[in-house]
């Protein structure tokens, strides 16, 4: 591929750029948009000063400046920690890739560039393999500034590493300090509870915490079976029951054709209603009795138990509970808006198998994607092209057309393959078994992450069969080679990948095409005016992390191999920065927060991303005979593992876990200012599930509330526990059996 292409692809995508910002920076401006751009503020002073003004149609810049200069705070207070966070990942790689781009610019590229001693043609016909390290011949001296450049690129990589992940830190302890009273820091999640006949699911949390955790104890929600199929099956059941019992002339039998008489509805409420439910229970003998052992089958084996401070709850979630680390399994819970509510029922012993089979899943659809991408890559080629299609040969001599074919289609076809990665990772992700909707999308990010660099970059790099990119890893010693090989080759194709995954994305990602095409559904077809409500969208972190992360694995690993895609890529973050401001502060809702969990992922790739680099230029000083290179490439790369391994010993324990001492400060500071009964008030009706079983009304019922005098409510809940764990003297077993006449099949 020579200037002239790699020129025809920048020029493609500029052109797509200026037309759909062109494009967006008047929809933006239209009333009837104002959902899918403005999903976050919907101002009614907006819309009518729109009315009045012929300006909105014509385009303008006015998006970019607002989206400049809007402050931290208020990213901060837009999208919350997360938001900043992905922020701060873009403003990072700003930061080192001006520096890496100034260093390799003027140091690295002209000496790749005269590398050897040959006849230059006019630059837009001279080739792309000119300007990287493999024109440079072997032995040169001139190698001393690709090491220097690369000592300079991981310096500066390191440095601002280090200043940004303690500088999130802090944010992450000021959004923790500095945050209303959060449910979630006084409640934890309590799985694999143990069954008993004679009990309760209810019962049984309530007696154990009662007893082993008596003087922090508060409450305790239980989690209940819920979903579209368990629900439209407790409402035939229970209409069904109260059908028999209202007839006293004729007995309903339990049938799915006299049963089942819904009319246009997935509920048989309005049935229930019509109905004297009294009586019917009167006549039926259907007392409260038959209603407990009703919703007594309805329980999960789960619960969020509620503590009177932070730091019990913190404690209590770190402990093992029995000697048998399968049963009481205690994690601290999401917050009430981040809860996965279709997983917290998944029982604990499936967890492992399900997350080995979603791994299993993952890895295969990996194998599985080389096939259409290497086959369609290998239609790129031009020589393949001309014996696949040979009534195409003439037109596949035109110069244009050679160089939309080499410099754009192969980018193209692999960003349109790769669409269907983030839904299948987010499938997998929710199959797995995550408890929080940001865990969910968390584990989503890394699996497309390791998807797009496997496919994108290594697939790429040892392009031709799926067998060849296979074997080329046979031995681990030859690895740095066949990169040293591979990567310098292969680097114009990153370079076109950049511009047309890059700058192309983000003109969609601004432009918002589907909710766009659905509010125009909205509005043309169904005639629905109402701008009220704004968007529902959540920032889509599973898709945007991987592909920042992804171009700066790129930007690191080809730095002073081939220096000509950093301007490139440097643009890009430049243009993402504008753009994803605009989206946080303009179109997306913040459901729930990780708290800047993203940023340990993005610290992680970073450092992997500068390993794989000097492990490529150790092999390339290797095939270029330059010993005292390689040799002082070895110190670096030691050095970054133990920056690495530095940062997780510093600050990655803060983003596991809260610490104890902010968490009791934060205790006492509310026990001072006497709102902990406010808050122990909250968590009744924090945590409640959006599908209930048909009964949830009495689900108050099973709130227990553990008062703080032990002598009053809870002596009774004290001497439960004790009666039932004393039994036969046997205490709490490793298996938490008590006696075969409590619990079923026990020995």
């Known amino acids: 591929m020579n200037i002239a292409a790699i020129l025809t692809s920048a020029g493609i995508n500029v052109a797509i750029c200026v037309v759909l910002f062109s494009l967006y920076s008047v929809l933006r401006k239209q009333p009837g948009n104002v959902n899918v751009y403005f999903g976050r503020r919907l101002a009614s002073q907006h819309s009518k000063h729109l009315d009045l003004c012929l300006e909105r149609f014509v385009p303008s810049p006015s998006w970019i400046w607002k989206a400049w200069e809007t402050s931290e705070d208020e990213i901060l207070a837009s999208g919350g920690l997360d938001a900043a966070v992905f922020v701060r990942i873009l403003v990072f790689s700003i930061r080192i890739f001006s520096i890496a781009a100034v260093i390799c610019t003027v140091l690295v590229l002209p000496v790749n560039y005269h590398g050897q001693e040959r006849m230059h043609t006019d ?31 991981t310096s500066a990589a390191c440095t601002l590493l280090y200043f940004e992940y303690k500088s999130i830190t802090n944010l992450r302890l000021v959004h923790i300090i500095g945050s209303p009273p959060n449910p979630s820091h006084f409640a934890i999640l309590v799985r694999s509870i143990p069954w008993y006949s004679e009990k309760s699911y209810c019962d049984t949390v309530k007696s154990f915490f009662s007893y082993y955790h008596s003087s922090t104890y508060l409450s305790h929600q239980m989690i209940y079976k819920s979903g579209t199929v368990q629900k439209l099956k407790d409402d035939a059941e229970h209409v069904c029951k109260v059908i028999r019992g209202a007839s006293r ?5 339990p049938s799915f054709t006299e049963c089942w008489c819904f009319q246009g509805t997935n509920s048989f409420e309005m049935i229930s209603n019509e109905i004297d439910i009294g009586s019917v229970h009167e006549r039926a003998g259907y007392t409260d009795k038959h209603l407990d052992a009703r919703k007594k089958m309805q329980e999960c084996p789960a619960a969020f138990v509620f503590f009177k401070s932070r730091y019990a709850a913190l404690m209590t979630a770190q402990t093992l509970q029995t000697s048998n680390p399968m049963l009481w399994v205690t994690d601290l819970a999401p917050e009430p808006q981040d809860v996965y509510w279709s997983n917290i029922c998944i029982p604990y012993r499936q967890l492992w198998i399900r997350k080995i089979a979603t791994l299993v899943a993952s890895i295969v659809f990996m194998i599985v994607f080389l096939i259409p991408v290497t086959f369609v890559q290998s239609l790129t080629q031009l020589d393949n092209l001309h014996k696949l299609l040979p009534f195409m040969t003439g037109m596949l001599k035109k110069k244009f057309v050679i160089q939309v074919v080499s410099g754009y289609l192969p980018s193209v076809i ?5 669409c269907a990665v983030p839904p299948v990772m987010m499938i997998f992700s929710a199959v797995e078994g995550s408890i929080s909707r940001s865990g969910r999308k ?5 699996k497309v992450l390791y998807f797009t660099i496997w496919n994108v970059f290594f697939v790429n790099v040892f392009a031709g069969s799926v067998i060849s990119q296979l074997s080329v890893f046979s031995s681990v010693r030859d690895l740095p080679a066949q990169l040293a090989k591979a990567v310098p080759s292969q680097a114009t194709f990153f370079t076109t990948y950049v511009l047309s995954s890059g700058w192309a994305s983000l003109a969609i990602e601004v432009m918002q095409i ?24 959540s920032f889509p972190y599973h898709t945007e992390i991987p592909r920042i992360l992804l171009f700066g694995f790129l930007g690191f690993t080809c730095s002073i191999l081939a220096p000509l895609m950093l301007p490139f890529l440097l643009f890009y973050f430049f243009l993402a920065y504008l753009v994803y401001r605009n989206q946080i502060i303009n179109v997306y809702i913040t459901k729930y927060d990780s708290g800047g969990q993203y940023w340990p992922i993005a610290h992680n ?12 230029a150790l092999g390339v000083f290797g095939l270029k005979h330059s010993s005292v290179a390689s040799g002082f490439t070895i110190p670096l790369l030691i050095c970054t593992l133990l920056f690495h391994q530095y940062c997780r010993q510093r600050f990655l324990p803060i983003f596991r876990s809260n610490s104890a001492q902010i968490l009791i400060d934060m205790d006492l500071r509310d026990e001072h200012s006497g709102s902990m009964g406010e808050i122990y008030e909250h968590l009744s009706s924090a945590y409640s599930q959006s599908s209930l079983v048909p009964d949830a009304s009495n689900q108050t019922k099973c709130f227990s509330t553990h008062e703080d005098k032990r002598s009053d409510q809870s002596s009774e809940d004290i001497e439960k526990g004790k009666e039932i764990i004393q039994k036969n003297d046997t205490p709490w077993d490793d298996n938490h059996t008590l006696s075969s006449k409590e619990v079923p099949g026990a020995k």
């Open 442 to 446: 968390m584990s989503a990010c890394c």
């Open 514 to 537: 589907c909710p766009l095409l659905y509010n125009l559904f909205q509005r043309v077809i169904l005639r629905v005016k109402d701008d009220s409500e704004g968007g529902s969208l």
């Open 605 to 616: 790739t970073t450092v992997f991303s500068l390993i794989v680099a000097q492990v490529i």
């Open 249 to 253: 002339e004729k007995t309903c039998k």
């Open 123 to 153: 630059l837009p016909l001279e080739s792309l393999d000119v300007f990287t390290i493999g024109n440079v011949k072997e032995g040169s001296k001139w190698l001393w500034a690709h090491c220097l450049a690369l000592y300079i690129i």
């Open 414 to 418: 692999l960003v349109l393959f790769l």
